[in-house]
């Protein structure tokens, strides 16, 4: 069991380009937890520092992006009539950085221990950032479009 003396964290950086929205957060929020680490503790913040470039280049699959029928987004300001809903097509366009970071909260437990696990994960709608000075090592994740196998 770890304990926060025990706990190395590092820092990883994830190219967005043509990866898959959903496969892409699954993998962020393990470590961002630190479910990939073999000396995983449920109440300990052991995960990593996680920086995803290029997050207007995501891709979602399916009819999503369809205006109509496709996925929405939903904020409510708590007003009576403050329900804003968006399209993830506009989200896409408009809000990158938005659509990926909800994709990664909702995976991530919604308690104090995720809020803190959260303010680790910095994303960038270009290739810069600003986060040289910590030597983020590159992460690879396996998912583009032309892996999917799609029958139809």
Known sequence: MANGKDIQKKWHVVDATDLVLGRMSTEIAKL???????TYTPQEDNGDFV????????ILTGNKLNQNKGKKYYNHSGYIGGMRVRSAKTMKKDYPVEMVYRSIWGMI???????RQVKKLFIYEGSEHKHGAQNPIPFEIIGTKANINVKR
Request: proline content about 9%.
């Open 32 to 38: 961002i937890t630190g479910k990939h680490k073999p």
């Open 109 to 115: 437990p919604h308690n104090k221990l995720g809020r």
């Open 51 to 58: 920086v995803v470039i290029n997050a207007e280049k995501i």
